[in-house]
């Protein structure tokens, strides 16, 4: 631990005998000490009626930015299209036949490979995912969600009826 605020600082003066004191200090650890850019008392902005005065600290921070990834919606393919079309450029690759050499393999995978990528680019819709975004949301939860919301707006409107069966089917919906 290192002590970020300057020694003789003094960070307090005594309401009542007006001497002046250090109780308030700046710690921080030794590799974050180098991103102070300053660390000072800033006795103009002490309020009225307050004895502490304020310590400004100004840090050099590096803020990463995020990146945007675009990737292939596979969810939003259209899967009928996407087949015809694959099926129309598997025939301009060789049909399969027994593949006895290395080299062999290496080339039908290949064009395999190569074949698979045109069609992916062809009829895969991309997306933008936001750094931000919960991946793991799909379109399913948030039907989910708006039909949660659709009961629990029911069951708000019949609250006064206690046993009206609408209450039992948004706590098991919700519960889900």
């Known amino acids: 631990m290192c002590q970020a605020l300057p020694k003789d600082k003094p960070t307090l003066q005594s309401t009542s005998s007006g001497n ?7 710690f921080c650890s030794d590799n974050t000490l180098e991103s102070f850019i300053i660390c000072d008392m800033a006795p103009r902005l002490q309020a009225p ?3 502490h005065v304020p310590i400004l600290i100004t840090l050099d921070l590096e803020i990463p930015q995020a990146t945007v990834t675009i ?7 259209d899967w009928k299209a996407f ?9 301009s690759i060789p049909p399969p036949v027994e ?12 064009q395999l490979a190569e074949t698979l ?22 379109w399913e939860i948030s039907q ?6 659709e009961l629990s707006d029911l069951s708000y409107k019949h609250q006064a009826l206690r ?3 609408l209450h039992e089917e948004h706590r098991k919906y919700r519960n889900k």
Do not use: C, G
Not at 99 to 110: D, G, M
Not at 144 to 149: A, F, G, I, L, N
């Open 163 to 165: 046993d009206h069966p």
């Open 117 to 138: 990528d045109a069609v992916i680019e062809a009829k895969v819709p991309k997306s933008k995912l936001n750094p931000h975004a919960k991946q793991w949301w799909t």
């Open 83 to 91: 087949s015809e079309l694959l099926k129309e450029r598997l025939t």
């Open 144 to 149: 989910m969600m708006e039909r949660k919301h």
């Open 99 to 110: 593949l006895t050499t290395q080299e062999e393999f290496q080339t039908a995978a290949n």
């Open 49 to 51: 009626k307050t004895d």
């Open 20 to 26: 002046w004191t250090r109780p308030d200090n700046v």
């Open 71 to 77: 990737s292939h919606n596979y969810q939003e393919t």
